[in-house]
């Protein structure tokens, strides 16, 4: 038998009217105590609480509501978001968006089960999404479906890029030009962050298979963003034997790098070829304009959509729960041959 209102406030201590007031976030005139909410919810939660949809949409007791989490808005998920959007419009679904800013990733998801009635949720690679076991558990009791979005997490269906490609497809590109001494500016956490990962090794296959020299004084960890790139260009640039052309593994790190370049006179692609990877919208617009690996992001878009809304829909077999995108190479004005 499903949890109500009154068996929440039975186990809470409190009034079934404080507990609907929390669920449905209607404490601006007379404030709850935090206190009393995370404990309400917690049990709501624990009860497998989920609101009464037949209050909402009496003939199809469904919400027709879809969650999506990221971090923060960032120039590769602008695109992303823009073709969900679009999709689950098409779909006849709302898309509600929040951002974990400052908020807990519990209290996030708390607020998409009680107080929008979401029926799944797209999760955009996330940081603070590294082991969350429980909170998974907790979605998967619910029966609530979710769909990871250039991420990885245990056997949860995801969108992804082929990662290794694109990190061999970058050197590869690098090779073919001539360069022999070619670094590397890895995502974050490479050991155990599988983007971050593959795309090194990406890297380093095509840069063995040619029996290029692996050299770990070429190996530097970013963590995606522009001051990484810089910070780390101005260490390879400090190097007794100076490379002469750099991967980083994503484009805002390539910004920051060829930023480092400018500042210490270093010429791209003149003295160094830069790539990057993502194909941000900036890419194109730098001086030199960035060679850079591209994700197919309006169509990882559109393949969550559906696989999130096959999920919900029972129709499991319609697309696969894995899915990997081929990336491609863009030659632009920041490689050249040596």
């Known amino acids: 038998m499903a949890a109500t209102l009154k068996d929440i406030a039975k186990k809470a201590g409190v009034s079934i009217t404080t507990v609907s007031r929390v669920i449905n976030n209607k404490d601006s005139v007379i404030p709850i105590k935090d206190d009393t909410k995370n404990k309400v919810l917690e049990i709501a939660a624990e009860l497998n609480y989920r609101p009464n949809i037949n209050a909402r949409s009496l003939s199809t007791k469904k919400s027709y509501n879809l969650g999506l989490i990221l971090d923060y808005l960032d120039p590769y998920f602008s695109d992303i978001v823009n073709s969900i959007e679009k999709s689950s419009r098409e779909k006849n679904y709302n898309l509600i968006l929040s951002m974990l800013n400052n908020k807990s990733f519990e209290e996030i998801i708390n607020n998409l089960l009680y107080q929008s009635s979401i029926e799944g949720i797209l999760i955009g690679g996330t940081k603070k999404l590294i082991k969350k076991n429980r909170i998974f558990n907790k979605l998967k009791k619910l029966n609530v479906p979710i769909v990871l979005i250039a991420h990885y997490f245990n056997d949860i269906p995801s969108i992804n890029i082929d990662d290794f490609r694109g990190g061999y497809l970058a050197a590869e590109h690098l090779i073919e030009l001539g360069h022999q001494k070619i670094a590397i500016i890895t995502g974050p956490d490479y050991e155990n962050r599988k983007d971050s990962q593959q795309r090194l090794m990406g890297y380093k296959k095509a840069i063995t298979e040619n ?119 863009i030659s632009r004005e920041s490689t050249c041959s040596i």
């Open 211 to 329: 029996s290029i020299e692996l050299r770990e004084d070429y190996i530097l960890e970013g963590n995606y963003s522009y001051h990484s790139g810089y910070q780390n260009m101005k260490k390879l640039l400090g190097n007794r034997e100076l490379p002469t052309a750099v991967f980083a593994a994503e484009d805002q790190m390539a910004l920051g790098a060829l930023k480092a370049a400018y500042e210490l006179g270093v010429r791209i692609p003149e003295d160094i070829s830069l790539i990057g990877f993502d194909n941000i919208i900036q890419s194109r617009y730098s001086t030199p304009s960035l060679t850079t690996i591209s994700q197919p992001r309006r169509e990882m878009g559109r393949a969550a959509i559906n696989l999130l809304v096959s999920l919900i829909e029972n129709e499991k077999d319609e697309f696969k729960e894995q899915q990997i995108f081929t990336p491609k190479l």
